[in-house]
């Protein structure tokens, strides 16, 4: 049985924490597919810093919003692994990993935005849930031995 996925992979880039632990992680970008034949770009962030401190950041990067954005809009969604599920948190851009990141016109919504538009609110969990359940890297990450 052919197992269909809802993720198109576009490229994984390697990029090093600024929090202070230095540590590599892998940022994979690519397009999820989901409700009657709708898509949008995401980028995953896998990061762990010291002590198995292991976050999931995710960033939907959708068209514009309202009629003044000129640009993609950018919803950002943190999760934080518990025992047997994932937490997860709309957070504001610059408390992400693409605090510095070029938006090239476009515009980052606020966590207070998205929480205040329930369609969004739910179509940010949905997005977050799909990638995290169907993404080929996010298994490993979570259960990844904790080593050092
Ligand atoms: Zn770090």
């Given at each position: 049985?052919?197992?269909?996925?809802?993720?198109?992979?576009?490229?994984?880039?390697?990029?090093?924490?600024?929090?202070?632990?230095?540590?590599?992680?892998?940022?994979?970008?690519?397009?999820?597919?989901?409700g009657?034949?709708?898509?949008?770009?995401?980028?995953?962030?896998?990061?762990?810093?010291?002590?198995?401190?292991?976050?999931?950041?995710l960033?939907?990067?959708?068209?514009?919003?309202?009629?003044?954005?000129?640009?993609?809009?950018?919803?950002?969604?943190?999760?934080?692994?518990?025992?047997?599920?994932?937490?997860?948190?709309?957070?504001?851009?610059?408390?992400?990993?693409?605090?510095?990141?070029?938006?090239q016109?476009?515009?980052?919504?606020?966590?207070?935005?998205?929480?205040?538009?329930?369609?969004?609110?739910?179509?940010?969990?949905?997005?977050?849930?799909?990638?995290?359940?169907?993404?080929k890297?996010?298994?490993?990450?979570?259960?990844?031995?904790?080593?050092?």
């Amino acid at each position: 049985m052919e197992t269909a996925t809802p993720i198109q992979y576009l490229e994984t880039t390697g990029r090093f924490c600024t929090c202070g632990c230095g540590r590599p992680y892998s940022v994979s970008k690519g397009v999820l597919q989901y409700g009657e034949g709708r898509e949008v770009d995401f980028e995953l962030a896998l990061v762990s810093h010291a002590d198995n401190d292991r976050h999931v950041w995710l960033a939907l990067i959708s068209g514009p919003w309202t009629d003044e954005d000129a640009g993609n809009c950018r919803v950002v969604i943190h999760g934080l692994p518990q025992d047997d599920r994932i937490n997860a948190r709309v957070e504001d851009l610059a408390d992400s990993p693409w605090a510095n990141v070029d938006l090239q016109g476009g515009r980052a919504i606020s966590r207070e935005e998205v929480m205040s538009n329930e369609p969004a609110k739910n179509w940010a969990f949905e997005c977050f849930n799909d990638v995290v359940q169907y993404h080929k890297d996010v298994a490993a990450f979570l259960h990844a031995d904790a080593g050092d």
